[in-house]
């Protein structure tokens, strides 16, 4: 989410609450939640203190999208110049907290009709090789959530007429070099999977709105793909706009470790319980405890 403005973000080495008055103290905290695999904090991503430079391995997240949203009172309608500005903040940050040969999937609307026509997502790859990173590809998520469409610009004429791709892009960077050494690693992805999801066009729906108790979620698919296609178990996942914890809980359930990242505090305490189960590795076939799946109870 965006900070409100007037709110104070703390850039020196402890994680820290804002506050929207000025002059109130900053506050160190701790995680919010912390069991084996997973970390969340309650915190602004804007300048991440509280993670070591060069940590992590992989980046899957879903920035607010400046759509004016309801996001607990927190600002999601700020000048689109200002907020390309903001990203650009963010994305340096991950570039500093990320290994050489991290990757970083941003998950992002192809555009939006929001002050005029804007191109989300060439805006966001400009922002994001500004900040460092290099580009690699582009996954397109072919969610299908236009229902019933309502906006035609000029009806069955070509004087004005609005056409509306029911699609969000998924860039992939990376940091200086992209193949990374698998010696002392561990991977599982088998070969179907490997090769359609490589192919770039995923087809799965989205994510309920109201059963997520978020107004912008995706679906488990999306991290869970990312994860698999593109980390080893012993990496390190983040997510900075954890939302309700979906990126954390894919990551544990595929046995990684993760920090999450969310200024909100409802939304952090709601990441929180749904990353707080058991985690065991179950073999169905065997019907025993193995390495092969993770399973959350």
Not at 11 to 23: L, N, P, W
Request: with cysteine.
């Amino acid at each position: 989410m965006l900070a409100l403005p007037g709110a104070t973000v703390c850039t020196t080495g402890v994680a820290t609450i804002e506050h929207a008055g000025a002059g109130e103290p900053l506050k160190p905290i701790d995680p919010l939640h912390r069991d084996d695999l997973v970390t969340i904090y309650h915190a602004d991503s804007t300048h991440l203190p509280f993670i070591d430079d060069e940590s992590v391995d992989l980046t899957v997240t879903s920035p607010p999208y400046n759509l004016d949203m309801s996001y607990n009172g927190y600002k999601d309608d700020v000048p689109y110049q200002a907020y390309l500005t903001w990203v650009e903040t963010w994305a340096r940050t991950l570039l500093r907290v990320s290994k050489v040969g991290a990757r970083a999937c941003i998950n992002i609307p192809l555009d939006t009709n929001k002050g005029g026509k804007r191109a989300v997502y060439a805006d966001y790859v400009q922002a994001f090789t500004r900040a460092g990173w290099e580009y690699h590809t582009t996954i397109v998520w072919n969610e299908q959530n236009i229902s019933r469409r309502t906006a035609w610009g000029s009806w069955r004429k070509p004087s004005a007429p609005f056409v509306t791709a029911p699609v969000e892009m998924i860039p992939v960077f990376y940091k200086q070099t992209w193949k990374r050494a698998d010696e002392g690693k561990t991977w599982e992805i088998d070969a179907k999977d490997f090769m359609d999801w490589s192919l770039g066009l995923w087809t799965f729906p989205g994510a309920n709105p109201i059963r997520a108790g978020h107004p912008a979620p995706y679906p488990e698919e999306l991290p869970k793909r990312l994860i698999l296609l593109y980390s080893y178990r012993e990496d390190l996942i983040l997510d900075p706009f954890l939302g309700s914890g979906t990126t954390c809980l894919a990551a544990k359930k595929q046995g990684r470790r993760s920090i999450g990242v969310e200024l909100d505090e409802n939304y952090a305490h709601l990441a929180s319980k749904a990353v707080g189960g058991r985690v065991s590795r179950l073999n169905p076939s065997a019907g025993s405890l193995a390495e092969d799946t993770v399973v959350i109870t």
